[in-house]
């Protein structure tokens, strides 16, 4: 495809969204042609699921449930939003995607890896990345950050434990290293502006490849 898929990927409270933000604006500023989305969600199918994966009163969901939506909600934003972007030659940043699965249902919910890999590979018929950036931080900062957040929605992911929080940042270690010709790490603890900076770097030096 013509345009440039990236992803952004972290612990919750990485600042991932605020810096895609601030990212789209920049890029579009220097003429790309950029178009910013978010899993699960980006567009109204994929949002309803998203309502019923995030809703904090569905504490009874099943782990292999909620790894099936996901992949679900991936499926129709993909063929809906981001593969018809890209056939446009845009510039497509992404607020999480399968990486995201892996370590959460995959690692985080011990579904294993492959098995939510298998699912999501049916779900995305081979359209992966060619870059996803993670913003690397310790999970009890970046749960820190979330509780001095008021703006920010707490949803039933949150409410979480910081045992399953750690054990999904294990995973997310996992999987950068099983796709590191694809991955490159952010520290995001350090400074808004300096994580912005090195973020748009590593963007223009890939779509300049």
Same mark, same amino acid.
């Given at each position: 495809? &013509?345009?440039?898929?990236?992803?952004?990927?972290? %612990?919750?409270?990485?600042? +991932?969204?605020?810096?895609?933000?601030?990212?789209?604006?920049?890029?579009?500023?220097?003429?790309?042609?950029?178009?910013?989305?978010?899993?699960?969600?980006?567009?109204?199918?994929?949002? #309803?699921?998203?309502?019923?994966?995030?809703?904090? +009163?569905?504490?009874?969901?099943?782990?292999?449930?909620? &790894?099936?939506?996901? &992949?679900?909600?991936?499926? #129709?934003? !993909?063929?809906? +939003?981001?593969? %018809?972007?890209?056939?446009a030659g845009k510039i497509v940043l992404c607020d999480r995607f399968i990486d995201s699965s892996l370590a959460y249902q995959g690692y985080g919910r011990n579904l294993g890896i492959d098995e939510v890999l298998s699912i999501n590979e049916?779900?995305?018929?081979? !359209?992966?990345?060619? !870059?996803?950036?993670?913003?690397?931080?310790? %999970?009890?900062?970046? !749960?820190?950050?979330?509780?001095?957040?008021?703006?920010?929605?707490?949803?039933?992911?949150?409410?979480?434990?910081?045992?399953?929080?750690?054990?999904?940042?294990?995973?997310?270690?996992?999987?950068?290293?099983?796709? +590191?010709?694809?991955?490159?790490?952010?520290? &995001?603890?350090?400074?808004?502006?300096?994580?912005?900076?090195?973020?748009?770097?590593?963007?223009?030096?890939?779509?300049?490849?």
């Amino acid at each position: 495809m &013509a345009g440039y898929f990236i992803t952004f990927e972290g %612990p919750e409270g990485a600042g +991932k969204t605020t810096i895609l933000g601030i990212l789209q604006d920049e890029l579009s500023k220097k003429g790309y042609d950029v178009v910013s989305t978010r899993e699960p969600g980006g567009i109204d199918i994929a949002e #309803q699921i998203r309502s019923v994966i995030l809703d904090k +009163k569905n504490t009874k969901m099943d782990s292999r449930t909620e &790894a099936l939506l996901y &992949a679900a909600s991936r499926r #129709q934003h !993909l063929v809906e +939003k981001v593969i %018809p972007a890209l056939e446009a030659g845009k510039i497509v940043l992404c607020d999480r995607f399968i990486d995201s699965s892996l370590a959460y249902q995959g690692y985080g919910r011990n579904l294993g890896i492959d098995e939510v890999l298998s699912i999501n590979e049916f779900a995305i018929n081979g !359209l992966m990345p060619s !870059l996803t950036l993670f913003f690397d931080i310790d %999970p009890e900062k970046g !749960l820190t950050r979330i509780g001095k957040n008021d703006e920010r929605e707490v949803n039933r992911l949150d409410l979480e434990n910081i045992s399953f929080h750690q054990k999904v940042y294990k995973g997310y270690l996992l999987v950068a290293e099983r796709f +590191k010709n694809r991955f490159q790490k952010i520290n &995001a603890d350090n400074p808004l502006e300096l994580v912005t900076k090195e973020a748009l770097e590593i963007i223009e030096s890939h779509i300049r490849k």
